[in-house]
């Protein structure tokens, strides 16, 4: 039987759909949620390099450079198009003020 994973969101009772909160909740933090990804990845990015800079230090640079060629990451261009579109999104002035109006027009039934 499968188990139904409740929203980290305190107060909340509705079910997990994305990254540990619900729908309203997740956009709620979406900012925080997105800032919290990208220290991740520069971090990680950093531990790659780094392990890199052990394996090959006479010529790390080279394999870096190999490995961007052979695409095995987004550019660094097209990864921030993403993210700037996003952002533009999520950072309108109204944005915060619709979903503090969601929230606060949220019904819970007297049966859940």
Same mark, same amino acid.
């Given at each position: ?6 929203? /980290?969101?305190? *107060?909340?009772?509705?079910? #997990?759909?994305?990254? *540990? &909160?619900? +729908?309203?909740?997740?956009? =709620?933090?979406? /900012?925080?949620?997105? /800032?919290?990804? #990208?220290? +991740? ?5 950093? +531990? ?5 800079? +052990?394996?090959?230090? %006479? ?6 450079? %190999?490995?961007? =060629?052979?695409?095995? &990451? ?15 999104? &999520? ?12 929230? /606060? ?5 007297? %049966? &859940?």
């Amino acid at each position: 039987m499968a188990k139904i994973k409740i929203c /980290k969101e305190e *107060g909340c009772h509705n079910a #997990q759909t994305t990254a *540990g &909160f619900c +729908r309203l909740h997740y956009l =709620k933090n979406w /900012k925080n949620i997105k /800032k919290e990804q #990208q220290e +991740r990845s520069a971090k990680k990015l950093n +531990r790659y390099i780094e392990a890199i800079c +052990r394996k090959h230090p %006479d010529k790390y640079i080279e394999v870096i450079k %190999d490995e961007i =060629k052979s695409n095995k &990451f987004k550019s660094h261009d097209e990864a921030n198009e993403e993210m700037d579109d996003l952002y533009r999104l &999520f950072n309108e002035p109204t944005y915060e003020e619709d979903v503090e109006r969601l929230i /606060k027009e949220l019904k819970i039934e007297k %049966d &859940f």
